[in-house]
């Protein structure tokens, strides 16, 4: 059971003087009002205390964690993605059992689960983590994932921290030089006209009907000088 304790301080005296030492009514409540009583003839005035300092003697850990990734660049199915976490505590009592947890990444690992008090070297550990890209991504567009910090044996955590990919579907496009009709022989486009008609077997009928030309008007000529 808790016990709030409150000194005050007052003009003329030595230090401050304990005005309250008792245990907390129950169930105890998140906020409380700090007052004191005095008589001042028939009656009893409630003065409330202005600008009350309240610390506890046995401060609570607590945790931050910072995740980033190169979001600067579009992934693919197959891609990887590396997610930095920097847990750091913010208090000045040690973090013991640290975990790292990440609702994509399967096991962040963390060699060293206790950090040391704010300010103190070993107050904070810089982890990493890595996610594969889906086919379910790419058609998402995005990917967006959460983590968050944990320590004491699961008491105290961390803010969720947040980070927010782009993605686009995977798959190779089919090279222009070949034709849609998948049944069909592949052609190279400098055979093929603007409609899709091939111009080679074009080129040799003209050709030849050239030619036929060409040898019946030899013959009419050689017919008539005969004559």
Not at 74 to 96: E, F, I, L, Q, S
Not at 112 to 135: F, K, Q
């Amino acid at each position: 059971m808790p016990i709030p304790a409150a000194a005050l301080g007052f003009p003329g005296e030595a230090g401050a003087v304990e005005v309250l030492d008792s245990a907390a009514p129950e169930p105890v409540q998140d906020t409380y009002k700090f007052g004191f009583a005095a008589s001042t003839g028939l009656f009893t005035d409630v003065h409330l205390i202005g600008g009350l300092t309240v610390r506890s003697e046995r401060p609570l850990p607590l945790l931050d964690l910072e995740k980033t990734a190169d979001t600067s660049r579009t992934y693919r199915p197959g891609d990887t993605v590396t997610y930095t976490y920097t847990a750091t505590n913010t208090t000045g009592v040690p973090v013991t059992d640290l975990v790292i947890a990440d609702d994509l990444v399967a096991d962040v690992p963390c060699e060293s689960t206790t950090l040391a008090p704010a300010g103190e070297p070993g107050d904070r550990i810089t982890r990493t983590g890595v996610y594969t890209v889906t086919e379910e991504d790419g058609r998402h567009r995005s990917v967006t994932n959460t983590a968050t910090v944990t320590g004491s044996n699961g008491t105290i955590d961390s803010a969720t921290a947040t980070v927010t990919i782009t993605t686009e579907p995977g798959g190779t496009a089919p090279p222009p030089d070949t034709l849609t009709d998948p049944g069909a022989s592949p052609l190279s486009t400098d055979r093929l006209t603007e409609t899709g008609t091939p111009t080679a077997p074009i080129a040799i009928a003209t050709a030849l009907l050239i030619l036929g030309a060409a040898t019946v008007a030899w013959a009419r000529i050689k017919h008539s000088k005969a004559e």
